[in-house]
């Protein structure tokens, strides 16, 4: 059992910055692979970003390339989620996920192919 724990959300003017950060309690935190996920009511999960087990491999979506970096520190048992120049689409609860799939580069973007999930954390981008 892994146990995710997410932080660094909160409320951020257009155009701002957070970092968001999850800690997971895996006593080999090297085996799994991390993602990001944000979901707004009404409609499903989306993924955001995606990092492979020693960081080599990261995906994003489309809407946050350029803008968003996903990173892993894994001597701290924690992956980041560094977003830049935010905006009001970025509005939701973010959500970190550790994945097992050995074949993680081909189902990094389905919430399925998870095993674990934080209880997210709200990020909204207004003025």
């Known amino acids: 059992q892994v146990q995710l724990v997410e932080s660094g959300g909160g409320l951020v003017q257009p155009g701002g910055s957070l970092r968001l950060s999850c800690a997971a309690s895996a006593h080999t935190f090297d085996d799994y692979c991390m993602g990001w996920f944000r979901q707004v009511p009404g409609k499903e999960r989306e993924f955001v970003a995606g990092?492979?087990?020693?960081?080599?491999?990261?995906f994003y979506t489309d809407s946050v390339k350029g803008r968003f970096t996903i990173s892993r520190d894994n001597a701290k048992n924690t992956v980041y989620l560094q977003m830049n120049s935010l905006s009001p689409e970025d509005t939701a609860v973010y959500y970190c996920a550790a994945s097992t799939d050995p074949h993680y580069s081909g189902s990094y973007k389905y919430p399925q192919r998870y095993d674990y999930w934080g209880q997210g954390t709200q990020v909204t981008v207004s003025s």
């Open positions: 990092i492979s087990w020693g960081g080599g491999n990261v």
